[in-house]
């Protein structure tokens, strides 16, 4: 039988190919199941030239490290080439006379006893007694020079026993030395280590390569008295712990909170577990503390050899336990691993028994996502396209992002809140947008902190650390909303936020990996070629996520790629060899894909500026404010042959436009302070003077007005502020918002528009002539007798194409051009989702990508 110690069972797996094994989830390993701590990676690449070329056979750092983790002095530490070597040490260290050890235990005490010469007598753990140790019957058979080995907690029956007992015991025996070997102690909750009170005659044992996964590294300590440390060391060949394993081992005793957390999801996971499996008939599940569980099968028709095979098979490994003294072929181990793998072993168990499953859950819904190497490398658009081939393959797709930063938003048909790219993404799949696919909406209104939109509703302002705070109960609308969404569709489309390797965000993430691991998608990091060092970016995500993480990144997708492809093959062959991961897609560099962006980060970067109309065309001049919002409701401008639409951020840029547009604002109070204190308000009075037309949308309209009141401090710590005055409107903000979409008339013209709005103020004022009527009766908005100042609660106004062919034909009469009197250009977001979707699925792998759903 092959050798398979602490860590797992190689016996069944040996002949499994390498290929072949990376596709098992082996339950007979005994490592973290939340793998390499983040900083590993980025610690070994950094000290590799060090430790090749400066070797410290003394262990010096290693040996501090431990000494301050366990509160020794550096004397009473030993550092091996893992527990397994000061094992087979120690028996000459302290020249024992004889082993006791209770059995079933880990199997190589009694090779370390017998390669040493030792007899051994074994005291039997009783099954009957759920193989609690009888420390009375242990105690009677204690003698001088004798070595009694003891694993806490026990392998492989995951027992915890009384640690005051056991000094007690050993005080009363001071002849005899005690082995405790605590190699799975990190992994228990509230663990009493013998490290602490340590008896002069107890040596611990510590292994580093469990909780840390790390076993190809081999290191493990030993905490003993000084003369039995300086015995072992004299035992030991010179150079026995490589000095990459010292670097990596002085930094893992230094990290608690990793031993902590994984503690505490061993905990939960362990308990979810003992309950699903105790709900399989034939089977005995015993009580553990460790990060796995002892197991017997009762049923005479299988043993557990018979039933690893059956479940390897399977694509499931367990630890079958006949090679322990005390145990038979009905025993067998499993580990703790994560929920979904948790939830695996136990169908395969269920059918390899041939046992009758309880009811069963509908499954979870095919999904894919899509993650950036950074902000707008592209995710939205590539999340609308495959939402939109997905549509034209016959199948039923709704699209979501957890939570989206963005003054960019939308009013449901119910009344909700959320971000404009899930609308457009829901257009791609033909849906009525749903606040489920964005259920978490953050609108910022200063630069540390943002109104918290949940489900369409606002709950609040909160600043960074507020908001970190309310995560955990944000996540749980996620996930009820992510549910209720996915059980009404075949697949679901996902988007990320940002970039998953942002190390600052990750530990309180909901919108990235967390979300992934949560639906069970499958990530495809995206990256923008187009801004340089795309494979750099892939390569360097990929080095700063966790084990985890990065097991959820099945490829990668290169956007915005200008020039031939097979320039990128020496790069794509190095991005899979450094990460293991295939470049999925290359996406061509889409001028003018003619769909409305996530966030102003493309309105800021001059998006509008690539447009340039014929000679006869109008101009109009949006001022880019500093927290501006709904950015989009002027993209249908943009495709007007006769107009030019310019973003404006600064006063000397206003030249002569036709038009200024002010935009909708999340500061309003803010960013007018901001147009005073950068000239724009006298600029604007010579425009209005010379017959510019002035505009206001949203905040933009409020600013037009006399004043404006905050008294609730809804978006400023300001009360009050004095508006231009171009329109006779006060403004108050009041705490309730209003969210509504509607249709009315444009009053003046006699045209229909339709919009929504989204805003805190009540505006009014006296002899107001209103823009707008809704067709609730309503009335919206303010103009000037002449026309030439408006302003409207209205976003999407100039969506309509009758009333923006007028609006600009009124521009052309006012600069002595002659109207068109007909609709030029139609604002129709399919024909662009058509090509887009033409364009991505000839880029990407679809094969590939389908498999990675199951689709």
Known sequence: MSRSGHGGNLTYLSGVSGIARDKILDFSSNINPLGLPEWFRPLVASALETVVHYPDPDCTDLIAAGATRYGAAPEQVAAGNGSTEILHLLPRAVSARRAVIPVPSYADYWDAAVAADLDVDAVPLREEDDFALDWEVLESSLGAGDMVFLCQPNNPTGRLEDAFTLRNIATRHPTTFFVVDEAFGDFVQDMDSCTRDRPANVIVLLSLTKIFAIPGLRLGLAIADAPIVQAIRGLQPLWSVNTLAQVVGAAALQDTEFVERSREFVTEHRSRLVSDLRSIPGLTVYPGRANFLLMRIDDTKVDAPSLAQRMLAKGIAIRVCDNFKGLDGRFFRVAVRTAEENARLCDVLRDSLEVRAPAVKKSRTPALMFQGTSS???????????????????????????????????????????????????????????????????????????????????????????????????????????????????????????????????????????????????????????????????????????????????????????????????????????????????????????????????????????????????????????????????????????????????????????????????????????????????????????????????????????????????????????????????????????????????????????????????SAGPDLEPLVRHNSGRCDGARSPDGSVWGTYFHGIFDSDVFRRWFIDRLRIRKGLEPIGKVCASYDLEPPLDRLAEVVRESLDMAAIYRLMGL
């Open 376 to 762: 707008n490398a592209g995710k939205s658009v590539l999340t609308a396209a495959m939402g939109r081939i997905l549509l034209q393959d016959g199948y039923r797709v709704a699209p979501f992002k957890a939570q989206n930063m963005s003054l960019n938003s939308f009013v449901t048909c119910k009344g909700g809140e959320m971000g404009r790219a899930q609308v457009v993404q829901a257009q791609a799949c033909r849906l009525e947008p749903d606040v489920r696919m964005n259920p978490i909406l953050l609108k910022p209104n200063t630069d540390t902190g943002s109104q918290v939109i949940v489900l369409g509703k606002p709950v609040g302002n909160k600043d960074v650390m507020e908001y970190v705070g309310y995560k955990p109960l944000a996540f749980e609308a996620v996930k009820s909303a992510y549910d209720s969404l996915a059980q009404e569709y075949d697949v679901m489309v996902i988007e990320g936020a940002g970039s998953p390797g942002e190390v600052n965000l990750k530990h309180h993430d909901i919108v990235n990996m967390q979300m992934a691991r949560y639906a069970g998608a499958p990530v495809l990091l995206v990256g923008d070629i187009d801004r340089g060092g795309v494979f750099a970016s892939f390569v360097g995500t990929m080095e700063v996520l966790a084990e985890w993480e990065r097991a959820l990144v099945a490829g990668f997708v290169v956007n915005r790629f200008r020039g031939n492809k097979e320039l990128l093959d020496k790069a794509l062959e190095y991005t899979r060899r450094h990460t293991g991961r295939p470049v999925l897609g290359i996406v061509p560099y889409l001028h003018n894909h003619g769909l409305p962006e996530e966030d102003s980060v493309s309105f800021k970067g001059g998006m509008f500026d690539e447009y340039l109309p014929n000679a006869e065309a109008v101009e109009i001049a949006i001022i880019d404010l500093p927290h501006i919002s709904n950015f989009t409701d002027f993209d249908a401008l943009r495709i007007e042959p006769d107009a030019r639409v310019t973003v404006v951020r600064t006063a000397r840029d206003l030249n002569r436009p036709d038009a200024v547009i002010l935009p909708g604002s999340k500061n309003t109070i803010g960013d007018l302070r901001y147009l005073r204190e950068n000239g724009f308000e006298s600029v604007l009075r010579r425009l209005a003077a010379q017959g510019t037309e002035l505009i206001g949308i949203c905040g933009g309209f409020q600013m037009l007005g006399d004043s404006i009141t905050d008294p609730h401090g809804l978006e400023s710590e300001s009360g009050s502020i004095n508006g231009l005055g171009f329109l006779n409107v006060t403004t108050v903000l009041a705490p309730d918002k209003t969210l509504t979409r509607s249709d009315g008339i444009h009053l003046e013209s006699g045209l229909p528009v339709r919009g929504y709005e989204i805003h805190h103020g009540l």
